[in-house]
C-alpha cells in the first residue's frame, strides 16, 4: 500500500473512531432516557420513596383499571408494606419510537423477591415473582413520564427472551433455563 492510501486509510479510522466516540459522549438517546425512567422507577419502589416515585407519572396518569397517581402509590404501598426487604430487578425492555404526539409504548418485565437477603434467594433457588408492564410514557419537557401503565403476574415461561438472559446472569446457579 503506498503511503498516500495508507495515509487516507488512517484517516478514515480516525474519522470513525471520532464519530463513535462524539456518539457515545453525546446526549442519550430518547430509548435511554425512557430506560432511564424505569430505572429510576425501580429503584424509587426498592426504596420506598413514594414520593418520588410519584414525581414520574404525569398528572393525567391513570392506570388499567382507573387509578390515578396516589391509587397506583397506594397500591405499591401497600406491596411493600406487607413483605420486608422488597427486590426489583428490571428484565427486559422493549421501547417504542416516540410518535409525533410526544407518547412512546414500552413493554418490560420485573422480578420481584422478597424476604431473605439476596444471597439466600440464590440458595433457595427462588427468582422471585415475574410482572409484565406494557405502559405508555410521554416527553414532558425534557423528561419522560408515565401517562398509562397495564400489568399482569407472568410465569418464567412467559418471560421476553431477553428477561430470560438477564435472569440467567442474574441467577446462574438457579435457574436451569436452556
Not at 421501547?95 to 409504548?105: E, F, K, L
Amino acid at each position: 500500500m503506498s503511503r498516500a492510501g495508507a495515509g487516507g486509510v488512517l484517516a478514515a479510522l480516525a474519522l470513525a473512531a471520532l464519530a463513535a466516540v462524539s456518539t457515545a459522549c453525546g446526549p442519550p438517546s430518547e430509548e435511554g432516557r425512557i430506560r432511564s425512567l424505569l430505572k429510576r422507577a425501580a429503584a424509587l419502589a426498592e426504596k420506598k420513596d413514594l414520593d418520588a416515585l410519584k414525581e414520574l407519572f404525569a398528572p393525567d396518569y391513570e392506570d388499567f383499571q382507573g387509578r390515578d397517581v396516589n391509587g397506583t402509590a397506594r397500591l405499591v404501598s401497600g406491596y411493600l408494606d406487607r413483605y420486608r426487604s422488597v427486590v426489583i430487578h428490571l428484565l427486559g425492555a422493549r421501547v417504542g419510537q416516540p410518535g409525533p404526539d410526544g407518547r412512546a409504548s414500552v413493554e418490560f418485565e420485573v422480578s420481584l423477591s422478597h424476604g431473605a437477603a439476596e444471597v439466600l434467594r440464590r440458595l433457595m433457588r427462588y427468582s422471585g415473582e415475574y410482572y409484565r408492564f406494557e405502559v405508555e410514557v410521554r416527553k414532558d419537557g425534557r423528561d419522560w413520564r408515565f401517562v398509562a401503565a397495564e400489568w399482569s403476574s407472568i410465569g418464567l415461561a412467559e418471560l421476553l427472551p431477553e428477561s430470560l438472559d438477564i435472569l440467567k446472569e442474574l441467577f446462574p446457579d438457579v435457574l436451569r433455563i436452556p
